[in-house]
């Protein structure tokens, strides 16, 4: 097991499979936010039932989900580096013909999406970051108005602009990375065209679609 670890290939299989974890969580959590267009009733019930009946499940969730965050950022990191020690000095060019623009972004964009998962964990789970000034208001039914968090929330520019830029980071860095992450696992067959990645962009796009549309049907006043 240490061995494997340690190997190359080893750490390309634990960063592809923590990145698959994270690929059906991401699904899930966006057919969670669609609920925004169902209405109040509908999204507060959602996440009533995901701290009461659903909690044990949550904190499960959350556990694997932190423990697949962690190994992924190591393996990212650790790959970098060995890579970078393999080629101290870089190519003078590089060819773009068989990389695509999420490829050649990965690595920032992983930063960036790192950090506003902070920034995401404390708006809408601790509220720490409160720009709405929800905390502390609850729905008729006595439950947290995540709603109101969320309308009052994207109704203000920069909060939505920061989730919408955010996205289209995610967006890039699922495109390259589902096709990199089944290809290492076998499942992708080498092609004659590297760049026809039809299933990861598809998923991509529907990831992206579905994130951006309720920030931007708030800020339009589509959701009210």
């Keep these: 097991m240490l061995a494997f670890y340690r190997s190359t290939v080893g750490k390309k299989i ?6 698959l974890i994270w690929v059906g969580f991401v699904i899930l959590h966006m057919a969670g936010n669609l609920q925004a267009f169902l209405g109040a009733e ?6 009533a039932m995901l701290h009461g009946p659903l909690e044990e499940v949550v904190w499960l969730q959350r556990v694997l989900l932190f423990t697949a965050l962690v190994l992924h950022v190591m393996m990212a990191y650790q790959l970098t580096r060995r890579a970078a020690i393999a080629r101290p000095v870089g190519y003078k060019t590089r060819d773009p ?36 000034g929800a905390a502390g208001r ?10 109101g968090d969320v309308v009052g929330s994207f109704r203000i520019w920069w909060v939505m602009a920061i989730y919408v830029t955010a996205m289209i980071a995610l967006g890039f860095h699922l495109w390259h990375g589902a096709w990199a992450s089944i ?18 962009a598809g998923l991509a796009s529907l990831v992206w679609i579905g994130f ?13």
């Design 14 to 19: 634990i960063m592809a499979v923590t990145g």
């Design 138 to 147: 609850f729905d008729a039914a006595g439950r947290f108005d995540l709603y």
């Design 97 to 132: 013909q068989v990389s695509t623009i999420s490829s050649r972004t990965m690595r920032w964009g992983g930063v960036f999406i790192l950090v506003f998962l902070v920034f995401h964990i404390l708006h809408f789970t601790t509220r720490n970051i409160d720009p709405a």
């Design 183 to 200: 290809r290492t696992l076998g499942y992708a067959k080498p092609s004659d065209n590297p760049l026809k990645r039809r299933i990861a």
């Design 212 to 224: 951006i549309t309720v920030p931007i049907a708030v800020f339009l006043g589509f959701i009210k």
């Design 42 to 47: 509908k999204l507060n019930n959602y996440a």
